[in-house]
């Protein structure tokens, strides 16, 4: 099974500061077709997970520019370039090039 | 627009089972392979199972392996998870997803 390590495990951050958070896998998320699945997800208090980024660094429908994701193989990035109140929650990597999804433990985002 | 709806949960005994339901709308359900991901309270995500677009395949997180099965009805657009010899660490919250959309969960508890 893939492990997928993220740090760190908690963030505080001021608001309009940057925030980053780290994503490794224990194995390559580089599939034969070209395409790295690696996906970020958020899941605000309350909610079900909502994605952010899908395939390293694409954007999902309606995720604010501010959100940016990076990385290759098995080192990935999550960036905020400016958080804002609404980000707090927690983000979750996983990885979908196997069928057997396996997710990081969570890094929890919080506002100083 | 896309939905998935799940069912099914509740409190329910060691060693019983419980049948949970999923119904999505908005789109071509027969057309994606779909998942099961649960949350233990104040845990993480935690894969379950998957199913391909037509049922004919199907694979299971080692910890339900045996025990819970993963089936679709595509004339009825909706997925299923039977969960058969329920333990207490199977207490969680059971999303049904595919990479994008995820539902609201349906909350098991296994609990004598």
């Known amino acids: 099974d893939i492990v997928m390590t993220q740090t760190p495990l908690s963030l505080s951050v001021t608001p309009g500061q940057p925030a980053s958070i780290s994503c490794k896998s224990s194995q390559s998320l580089l599939h034969s077709d070209g395409k790295t699945y690696l996906y970020w997800y958020l899941q605000k208090p309350g909610q079900s997970p909502q994605l952010l980024i899908y395939e390293v660094s694409s954007r999902f429908s309606g995720v604010p520019d501010r959100f940016s994701g990076s990385g290759s193989g098995t080192d990935f990035t999550l960036k905020i370039s400016r958080v804002e109140a609404e980000d707090v929650g927690v983000y979750y990597c996983?990885?979908?090039?196997?069928?057997?999804?396996?997710f990081g433990q969570g890094t929890k985002v919080e506002i100083k | 627009q896309v939905q998935l709806v799940e069912s099914g949960g509740g409190v329910v005994q060691p060693g019983r089972s419980l049948r949970l339901s999923c119904a999505a709308s908005g789109f071509t359900f027969s057309s994606y392979g779909m998942h099961w991901v649960r949350q233990a309270p104040g845990k993480g995500l935690e894969w379950v199972a998957v199913?391909?677009?037509?049922?004919?395949?199907?694979y299971y997180a080692d910890s339900v392996k045996g025990r819970f099965t993963i089936s679709r009805d595509n004339s009825k657009n909706t997925l299923y998870l039977q969960m058969n010899s329920l333990r207490a660490e199977d207490t969680a919250v059971y999303y049904c997803a595919d990479i994008v959309t995820w539902g609201q969960g349906t909350l098991v508890t296994v609990s004598s």
């Open positions: 996983m990885q979908g090039i196997h069928l057997s999804w396996t």
């Open positions: 199913i391909s677009y037509d049922g004919s395949n199907k």
